[in-house]
């Protein structure tokens, strides 16, 4: 009991310095209808919902375009506005998977098979690049398979 009213007063008190009034109030709203009696558990998500507030506005990747970038962010931004949490994993993935793509040259595959997949898959999966990974990672590995059964063995 202890530990629920010192988080309690904890949260009674809490305000970060560089979150909007606005973003705070909505975050914490939305623990408090959750999870209205678990002081230690709201002290927690709200927390990192804060923590996670702050990496999704100074996150910066110098090895993707900025405009890139931008496109990620607003993306998730929009579909989970409060969600600080989940925007940061999502925007994280999304740009571990663009710097893969771009690097992405599996050996043993002709450079044209690659390009032809890439662009195929840019067409269908606009701007969702964890997509994109997951998908060429799967055709590339079945086309290095048939080419292991083409391939005359060395008996």
């Known amino acids: 009991i202890e530990e629920q009213v010192e988080n309690y007063i904890f949260l009674q008190n809490y305000y970060p310095p560089g979150v909007p009034y606005d973003v705070f109030d909505t975050i914490k709203g939305r623990l408090e209808y959750q999870y209205s009696d678990d002081y230690t558990l709201k002290r927690t998500l709200l927390e990192g919902q804060v923590d996670c507030y702050f990496r999704v506005k100074k996150y910066d990747q110098p090895e993707i375009p900025s405009d890139i970038l931008f496109k990620i962010k607003r993306r998730f931004e929009q579909q989970h506005p409060d969600e600080y949490f989940l925007q940061f994993s999502f925007i ?51 086309h290095l398979s048939l080419l292991k059964k083409t391939s005359p063995s060395d008996d």
């Open 92 to 142: 994280k993935e999304q740009v571990e998977s663009y710097i893969f793509l771009q690097n992405y040259e599996p050996h043993r595959v002709p450079y044209r098979v690659l390009r032809t997949v890439k662009e195929q898959l840019e067409s269908e999966y606009p701007n969702d690049y964890l997509m994109q990974k997951a998908i060429i990672e799967k055709q590339i590995k079945s």
